[in-house]
């Protein structure tokens, strides 16, 4: 019954991101955020806004009116300041941040889920067709690399190198300059968060249970560890300790040396956004719309509710906590460090 519980649950939280309404209604999903210079960078239904990270301000939305175009992946940042995102009607955008003017570059043949990377003046993309893409900032392609199925999460981009998880349960590292494969390994489940780069290793969560270890020179598995639910959420690691969340709503803390369980933490609802990890202590948001804060020894010191639900990654700003909603007229919502709400940013109309 549990993994029969499970298995809708998946079912369910895919549906969500494929469920972005067409036209101009609110969406289902939840946002995707990008902060740079006291500016919020949102993604969220039908446009992206730019938000003053102090009062909430609306600086600007893209496009001004509503389309048929649906927004989640967090925008990219380039060092010119513009902002690259892709969105549900498989184009990928470019829009300055100052301003708010933008234009289509580059159109794939499905939503783009994941967030764009910029690096070095090239655009990496990953699709839901299976292509990651590299692009120059005029959306013309430079290459493109051919996986066995959907890519939802972001590329890793390190030492020229863009490492790639995919729903075919392969982590891909491939040439950033050529698109050639340098390796590939067979992960046992679809990887769909996050990767994380630590000490010669990638750390990342499949859909078959595990938290994984791979050494990134050659590709070979260092450890696996198994949770006995599956792990959509990327790991977080910390002075040697790593620090994920699964489906069912536990979230682990594990010696990176050996993978013994230093404590766990049974969250109310899934656990899908990567955890933050902060002087004060650890954030992560769960499905039944709580924010969860404890400290490093496992303590709750407060789960607070937000929403609905809640599925995405608490984002520190200024001292702040930033939290993309599922709220049908909320899209952020920020807290001081005691959970206390500074503003929110409604739905714009």
Known sequence: MKNKLLIVLILILTAVLFSGCTGTGISSSWPGITVADDVIYASYGPGVFAVNAQNGTLLWRYPEKATKANFYAAPALTADGQLVVGDYTHILHVIDAKTGQGHEIFTAESKWISDSVVEDGTIYAANADGYLYALDLNGNELWKYKTDSLLWSNPLIIESVVYQGGMDHFLYAIDASTGSLIWKTDCGGAIIGNLVNADGSIFLGTMANQAIAVNKADGKIIWQYSSGNAVWSGPAIREGNIYFGDLAG??????EADQTVLWQYKANGA????????DDGIYFTAEDGSLIHLDYTGKLLYSKPLAEKLYGTPVPVNGNLL??????DTILIMLDGNGNQLWVLPQPK
């Open 250 to 255: 536990n979230f682990y803390a594990l010696a």
């Open 271 to 278: 656990i899908v956004g990567t955890p933050l990890l902060s």
């Open 323 to 328: 939290i993309g909603t599922t709220n049908k």
